[in-house]
């Protein structure tokens, strides 16, 4: 199974290739080049684990407490809804509004992880994003130890292949669904 090779360390980007797309790219560019078969794209929810120094300090279920405590009921699912608006609900527009678009149809694929690490260390038990730029995307690849970079050539092998394999990821809007 081949996998891309480790290009950047750079922040998350529109990449191919394992490159960063040049700035101003956007889905409406011509996908007759080559560069650009397709579009997976998802989202996560858990943007808030980026900032764990703290978390690395207390128990999630501490954590939680404290959030409760210091947020009103309303407040709390405003900022749940908040979250979802950015991270999830634009998402799936981008993907409709892809699927639309004669130049991608059933280009377009969705992903969300949410799922606790089972990977021991820091990440274990936490529902944490960077696995999903270190695993998918190979951010950050050459600062991770030899083991966590055979994790992350595996992961992103095995996402390749289920894209474009015998029985391909499927479309969004196929079934509205994500993967």
Not at 6 to 35: C, H, M, Q
Not at 79 to 91: A, H, P, R, V, W
Not at 93 to 106: F, K, P, Y
């Amino acid at each position: 199974m081949a996998c891309v090779s480790p290009a950047n360390s750079a922040a998350i980007g529109p990449f191919i290739d394992g490159k960063l797309l040049k700035e101003g790219w956007t889905y409406k560019d011509n996908v007759a080049n080559t560069r650009c078969k397709e579009i997976i794209q998802g989202d996560t929810n858990i943007e808030a684990i980026i900032l764990d120094g703290l978390l690395k300090r207390l128990h999630q279920e501490r954590f939680n407490e404290l959030v409760d405590n210091a947020l009103a009921s309303q407040i709390a699912k405003e900022l749940l809804l908040m979250g979802n608006t950015i991270f999830i609900y634009s998402q799936v527009g981008i993907s409709e509004a892809l699927h639309d678009s004669v130049l991608w149809r059933d280009r377009v694929y969705m992903y969300h992880w949410e799922q606790p690490s089972s990977f021991p260390e820091l990440t274990c038990g936490l529902s944490y994003r960077g696995l999903c730029a270190m695993l998918l995307r190979l951010n950050k690849f050459q600062n991770c130890p030899p083991s966590t970079q055979q994790v992350s050539l595996e992961a992103a092998g095995i996402r390749s292949a289920f894209a474009h394999g015998q029985q391909p990821w499927e479309p969004y809007l196929d079934a509205k669904r994500l993967m």
